[in-house]
């Protein structure tokens, strides 16, 4: 089936952009883009005026099982509300994490993201096969899923922040991390499905694990993920148990490297910025979570200087309730200007941010974040007609500027997953539906 998109303005990313041109979509790769009518045959097409099309958008960070506990510890810090919401999360099963996932792909999807990495590592001792209910939500929304999974194997008796029932052992962390990857793990270039190994921080697993996750992830071939120097009581604890920054002791442990992609790091020395850009390590950079928590503004423009590929992340819903990854082209320019002026962040390399750079800090660029041929058909359709767009004459900045727009299409390897803001595949009131259930149920049991 050969799908054309017309009379659209079209942002390439990588090359040119186009006022008013064509991409035509051939099964699920990019079989042409330029300017004006496309001359050749096609099956079907898509009139596109008025809408801004550019490559779907890569999130590099999330938490889905959090959409199960929006709206709670409101107003905590980091520690403070991981305090208050581990042993709410300590009662997830496998249904609840199933229906906070699927909503939240689901909004993703809404919100013109096509790539999830999503950092899962809540396991409770009695929570059923936590990984195989986000499997089965990726496949009910369609988009592509980087199942990060996340171990912990210090709990409260060890001096680490959760509950001794949501951690486990190193061993069987280990175990359980090496068997998602033997079961779902699948390298292919059109896969929408892949595996990454990702201790949850510094803070909450031991050295052992660290080092053990950094091994077996490069004995399978996948990538590394934590979080790290998201704040400054991280960067206290760490001082004071090991005797360094948290970006020292991922140093130490062999965690910068071309392989790894960490989230949030805000708090990162002038050196660690060097050695992230020397070493190729991604950053997945988080600017709403980041503010909900007061955790500080992430150096953005410092990594992209010194060559470090940096991505956007929603982070957990519970931190970033919205959970929708749009917006994050405007928070994360905004960020940047608070920090370095206001040409600290341009929208361009903020749209860049959302997709390139999310692209190579989850090792996909050779096939999603750019429009380019024989890349995978992952595009997203921006309905810029309305009224927030109207007199507007650069659509790259009508995005990143005003307000998340209406998607009229977005397509994942060619297939419709949203068409005229509406999802493709499943009911959005049976979603929330569900979502309020598992909510419920939550709150119930406390």
């Known amino acids: 089936m050969k799908t054309l998109v017309s009379n659209a303005a079209i942002a390439t990313v990588s090359g040119p952009e186009y006022a008013s041109g064509h991409v035509l979509i051939d099964n699920d790769r990019i079989a042409a883009v330029g300017e004006g009518r496309y001359s050749g045959e096609f099956d079907q097409e898509v009139d596109a005026s008025g809408c801004l099309v550019t490559p779907g958008l890569v999130n590099t960070h999330h938490h889905l099982y959090q959409w ?120 292919s270039p059109g896969s929408h499905l892949r595996i990454a190994v990702g201790p949850c921080s510094p803070f909450s697993v031991t ?32 001082l004071a148990e090991v005797g360094c920054t948290p970006a020292e002791y991922a140093d130490k442990l062999g965690w910068l490297a071309g392989d790894v992609w960490l989230a949030h790091t805000v708090h990162l020395s002038a050196d660690a910025i ?39 992340g929603v982070d957990g819903a519970a931190s970033s309730e919205s959970g929708g990854l749009g917006e994050e082209l405007h928070q994360s320019l905004l960020q940047a200007r608070q920090r370095g002026g206001p040409k600290a962040l341009t929208t361009r390399e903020a749209l860049w941010l959302g997709t390139m750079g999310g692209a190579r800090c989850l090792g996909h660029e050779a096939d999603v974040g750019s429009l380019e041929v024989g890349k995978l058909a992952d595009l997203a359709v921006w ?51 569900d979502l309020a259930g598992a909510s419920a149920r939550l709150r119930e049991d406390r």
């Not at 199942?147 to 949501?166: I, K, Q």
């Not at 590394?224 to 760490?238: I, M, S």
């Open 383 to 433: 309905d810029l007609s309305g009224l927030n767009y109207a007199g507007i004459t650069d659509p790259v900045a009508a995005l990143v500027l005003g307000a998340t727009p209406p998607l009229a299409r977005l397509f994942v390897g060619g297939e419709a997953v949203v068409e005229n803001g509406t999802l493709r595949q499943e009911d959005e009131s049976a979603i929330a539906r």
């Open 207 to 238: 050295e052992r694990l660290m080092s053990g996750a950094a091994e077996l992830a490069r004995r399978k071939g996948v990538r590394l993920h934590t979080h790290l120097a998201e704040t400054l009581d991280e960067e206290r604890q760490c």
């Open 274 to 312: 060097r050695r992230f850009g020397a070493t190729g390590t991604g950053s997945a950079h988080c600017p709403t979570s980041n503010g909900r928590l007061g955790t500080g503004i992430a150096p953005v423009r410092d990594l992209l200087d010194a060559g470090a590929p940096v991505g956007l």
């Open 68 to 187: 199960a506990t929006r709206g709670m510890a409101a107003d905590h810090t980091l520690f403070e509300w991981l305090v208050a919401l581990y042993p709410v999360w300590g009662r997830l099963d496998a249904d609840i994490t199933h229906a906070a996932g699927t909503a939240g792909m689901a909004r993703l999807a809404l919100t013109g993201c096509t790539t999830v990495a999503d950092h899962h590592y809540v396991f409770p001792h009695d929570g059923g096969d936590q990984v195989e209910a986000l499997v089965a939500a990726r496949q009910r929304i369609g988009v592509r899923l980087h199942l990060v999974r996340g171990s912990m194997d210090r709990g409260e008796s060890d001096g680490g922040l959760p509950p001794d029932n949501l951690v486990e052992t190193t061993e069987d962390a280990l175990l359980g991390t090496e068997a998602a990857i033997d079961r779902f793990h699948d390298s």
